[in-house]
């Protein structure tokens, strides 16, 4: 057996061992983000963009990257004051 040979072999199993990986991780931040999204829609704040549905979509093919986006969008400062709920329980004065 030949050492090229040999590393071709774990070659193949890293790869399919990082795909794994990568399935999950992107599912994982996919349900939290359809789950964050369905929320904030439930309590009345808009989202940008899109639905819960399709921020959701786009978590599962863009990953992290994209979860970080919708953080971003939504929860950061970015987010204009303006389309934000007020604190008091729901109630307008």
């Known amino acids: 057996m030949s050492i090229p040979g ?6 193949v ?5 990082i795909a794994i ?4 991780v992107h ?3 996919a349900f939290a983000v359809d789950r964050d999204a369905r929320r904030c829609k439930r309590r009345g704040e ?3 963009l899109a639905g819960p549905f399709l921020w959701a ?27 934000r709920p007020s604190n008091n329980g729901g109630t307008t004065s």
Not at 64 to 72: C, E, F, G, I, K
């Open 6 to 11: 040999f590393f071709g072999g774990f070659g």
């Open 27 to 29: 599912t994982l931040f």
């Open 57 to 83: 979509l786009a978590t599962f093919v863009g990953g992290p990257l994209v979860a970080v986006a919708y953080w971003l969008v939504h929860h950061s400062t970015l987010r204009d004051a303006g389309t």
């Open 21 to 24: 990986a990568t399935f999950i």
């Open 13 to 17: 199993v890293y790869a399919i061992l």
């Open 46 to 48: 808009e989202l940008v």
